[in-house]
């Protein structure tokens, strides 16, 4: 069984930072692309980075270009999302997600193409 769980939320004052990490188990290590997606109050979810299986190719979101860095540790099975200079905006609930990939370099940006999911973790930016 694939599990997807997420964790470093919280709430964080305007210009902070925050490390997200998802931890997977059930999933061969290195065997999966990943990505991060975020859903705030009353809007749809979007695409915020992804990665490849290898962790050599990255794509971003125009808004987290800059600000985010999307990376992974496949000795420990673990993608993390570090959020820097973080904006009212940004406050919302962000989902972990993976799928199996053939090639070592691709990555995905649409969540349908995404097999599994986290359950998501809370980031709240106050000011």
């Known amino acids: 069984q694939v599990q997807l769980v997420e964790t470093g939320g919280g709430s964080e004052q305007v210009g902070g930072s925050l490390r997200l990490s998802c931890k997977a188990s059930?999933?061969?290590?290195?065997?999966?692309?990943a990505g991060w997606f975020r859903q705030a109050p009353g809007k749809e979810r979007e695409f915020v980075a992804a990665i490849s299986r290898d962790g050599g190719t990255t794509s971003y979101a125009d808004l987290a270009k800059g600000r985010f860095t999307i990376s992974r540790d496949n000795a420990k099975n673990t993608v993390y999302l570090q959020m820097n200079s973080l904006r009212l905006e940004d406050t919302a609930v962000y989902y972990c997600a993976a799928t199996h990939s053939v090639t070592s370099y691709f990555y995905y940006v649409i969540s349908s193409q995404y097999d599994f999911w986290g359950r998501g973790t809370q980031v709240t930016v106050r000011s």
């Open positions: 059930g999933l061969t290590s290195g065997s999966y692309a």
